[in-house]
Nanobody, 127 residues
Framework: QLQLVESGGGLVQPGGSLRLSCVFS????????IGWSRQAPGKEREGVLC????????NVADSVKGRFTISRDNAKNTIYLQMNSLKPEDTAVYYC????????????????????WGKGTLVTVSS
């Protein structure tokens, strides 16, 4: 059974940093694309960035370019979202997601259309 569990959310001041983790089970990263999305209060869920099964980062939202990065640790079955220079508008529930793709391919689907989702972790950026 495929599962994703996010952690690491919390309250952070503007300009600060936070690293979210997503522990997964039931699949391997060389056959799945992984992504992070977020949903702010009163807004639709939006894709943040994606990593293909080959390890290529793609589909990066303009609002987070240069500030957010995605990484993975195969040995720990964990996906990370490093968030730097945080702004109040980054406040949202953050979700990790996974989607089956070709073996070690470069393709990432639209993040909000991915098949499997965690329950999310809340990030609040406020002074």
């Amino acid at each position: 059974q495929l599962q994703l569990v996010e952690s690491g959310g919390g309250l952070v001041q503007p300009g600060g940093s936070l690293r979210l983790s997503c522990v997964f089970s039931g699949f391997t990263l060389d056959r799945y694309a992984i992504g992070w999305s977020r949903q702010a209060p009163g807004k639709e869920r939006e894709g943040v960035l994606c990593m293909s099964s080959s390890g290529r980062t793609t589909n990066v939202a303009d609002s987070v370019k240069g500030r957010f990065t995605i990484s993975r640790d195969n040995a720990k079955n964990t996906i990370y979202l490093q968030m730097n220079s945080l702004k109040p508008e980054d406040t949202a529930v953050y979700y990790c997601a996974a989607h089956p793709t070709s073996f070690r391919g470069d393709y990432c689907p639209k993040i909000t259309n991915m098949n499997y989702w965690g329950k999310g972790t809340l990030v609040t950026v406020s002074s």
